[in-house]
């Protein structure tokens, strides 16, 4: 199948909002557009046969929409730290599973794609490298990963904590990484990390610290 390009792709699908709970499939929004870019940055992973894991997803997991509009039978698993929300399911469909944090390990294991928006973007470096390593057999067996950054010439922690972690000490308001960062640690490990040619362009700054945008990247085993 011919890979297609980022506006195809998120043409391809039919555009929705995500408001209290409810999902309203023909409002054009930003999250149609935030969606179709983090399933973009793991597309060569993206097909019937192969599952996906949605770390950070959210009590509701709302990636699936997106998701099964191109992929219905792909298996999605989506892992948060708060509990799921039962009252607002999507889809009827049962290739999904929803859980929370502990359930990391064994979800990993089943995934052949993980993908992380918004989830590095408030964990301080150290809590990021734990998580890459937890990914190490991942990796090895040519799993591909795609996340979200605020990305910053400087690795800047914000004073304020993040107000949604159930990690306190390890999380921030918003967290500002490196591209040396994520290349030191790949090259110490044997894979390849690229910056994507693409972002996604935030409604509002967030307080005083004039983030506009969230890069896309990529980290898979090196060729």
Known sequence: MTKPNLESFIENSKSHDYRNGTIMPHNKHNRHDWESKILYSVIDSLSEDNCILDYGCGPVATLRYSLYDRFPKMKYIGIDIQKPNPNNNIFSDQNYEVGELH???????????????SVFTHLNWPTIEKFLDKLESFFEKGGEFGFTIFLGDEYTLSKEPYYYSAVKENSYHFVKTTVEQYETYCEKNNLQFTLLPYSYELDHRIGDSNLTHQNYCNIRRKK
Do not use: F, W
């Open 103 to 117: 359930l990391l390990d064994k979800s990993i294991e089943e995934s052949d794609c993980i993908v992380a928006a």
